[in-house]
């Protein structure tokens, strides 16, 4: 069965340091997408980026950046040179759907990350 | 521009009252969802429509029944409403479920408190 693991419950961190949270997933399908989605204090979730299975470059954008590891199944996100504005619950996800058809996500049980001034 | 917009933001309630949420997507997406958010943030999908059509139906009580009457609107109801129903629920849409690839887009939430 699918999953996401999110292990980390809350990080906190002062500002201008680096953190990474981390994401775990467990999957049969050899075709999946990952994502990684921002909810900050006023509740909206916010798309950040996806990765598709087949494709294990890392990305950067900004202060943000990711890896994408199959061969560990994680897809760490990293944000370098915190701000207090990039405090927010993060959450992993997981598209798997190829063998059913139809895909849904599986949202990891999210990581809260504070970031003190 | 309000991409996905839920109504109402707030709604709060007593046990064995019957309520709706609504959510209406501009993006002219294909597909949307309701999703639940409880007190520990934890996010499960609930259901699905593509083109109208239940694409998914997780394993969530009779008394909540999903209507769309268009592509680009996802109501929720909610008969004889319990304690264990205070949650965050959110609505998505995306493009396409046959390709895993689209991002999801959510509404802003409404948040359901049962007393």
């Known amino acids: 069965a699918q999953k996401v693991t999110q292990a980390q419950t809350e990080i906190s961190v002062v500002e201008k340091e680096d953190v990474t949270l981390d994401c775990v997933y467990e999957t049969r399908d050899t075709t999946y997408y990952l994502f990684w989605y921002k909810q900050p204090p006023s509740g909206e979730l916010v798309f950040l980026i996806r990765?598709?299975?087949?494709?294990?470059q890392n990305e950067i954008s900004g202060r943000y950046s990711w890896n994408f590891q199959k061969s560990t199944s994680s897809f760490n996100f990293t944000i370098t040179a915190s701000q207090v504005v990039d405090s927010a619950v993060y959450f992993c996800a997981l598209s798997e759907g190829f063998t059913s058809g139809t895909y849904k996500y599986i949202f990891g049980t999210g990581t809260r990350l504070k970031v003190l001034a | 521009d309000t991409a996905v917009s839920q109504t109402p933001k707030y709604l709060v309630t007593q046990m064995g009252n019957d309520k709706s949420i609504k959510c209406e997507q501009n993006?002219?997406?294909?597909?949307m969802y309701w999703y639940k958010q409880d007190s520990k943030k934890f996010l499960k999908i609930m259901f699905s429509?593509?083109?109208?059509?239940?694409?998914i139906n997780e394993t969530v009580p009779n008394r909540f029944s999903p209507k769309s009457p268009d592509k680009a609107h996802l109501n929720l109801h909610i008969n004889s409403l319990e304690l264990g129903d205070s949650a965050v629920y959110f609505c998505a849409s995306s493009q396409d479920p046959e390709r895993g690839y689209n991002e999801q887009f959510f509404g802003p939430g409404t948040r359901l408190t049962v007393l």
């Open positions: 429509y593509n083109n109208k059509e239940l694409i």
């Open positions: 990765r598709n299975s087949f494709d294990e």
């Open positions: 993006l002219g997406h294909d597909t």
